[in-house]
């Protein structure tokens, strides 16, 4: 059964850090695709950040509004892909959605919120 499950979500200050971790089960994640999604109450899913296939490079993608910030990268070791965000913002609190695009799966989303 593939599954992905999202951990690592926090109340933390703006300025702040955290990394949040996509554990994934019933497929390789290595080899495939990976993304970072947000969602805020009464608005559709923004992209987050992705990391391509390695036959694609496993090049890294960031929204605008993430870029410089946020980092993407797989854990091999532990099948998972990680998201690293530093210099939080408020505009930042959302709920992080984990998604293979190969295997149309989300996870359950983890929540983050940026505040004093």
């Known amino acids: 059964q593939v599954q992905l499950v999202e951990s690592g979500g926090a109340l933390v200050q703006p300025g702040g850090s955290l990394r949040l971790s996509c554990a994934a089960s019933?497929?390789?994640?290595?080899?495939?695709?990976m993304s970072w999604y947000r969602q805020v109450p009464g608005k559709g899913r923004e992209f987050v950040a992705a990391?391509?296939?390695?036959?694609?490079?496993?090049?890294?993608e960031y929204a605008d509004s993430v870029k410089g910030r946020f980092t993407i990268f797989r854990d091999n070791a532990k099948n998972a892909v990680n998201l690293q965000m530093d210099n939080l913002k408020p505009e930042d609190t959302a709920v992080y959605l984990c998604?293979?695009?190969?295997?149309?799966?989300w996870g359950q989303g983890t929540q983050v919120t940026v505040a004093s």
């Open positions: 019933g497929f390789t994640a290595s080899l495939w695709r």
């Open positions: 998604y293979a695009p190969a295997m149309v799966t």
């Open positions: 990391v391509s296939s390695p036959d694609s490079g496993d090049d890294t």
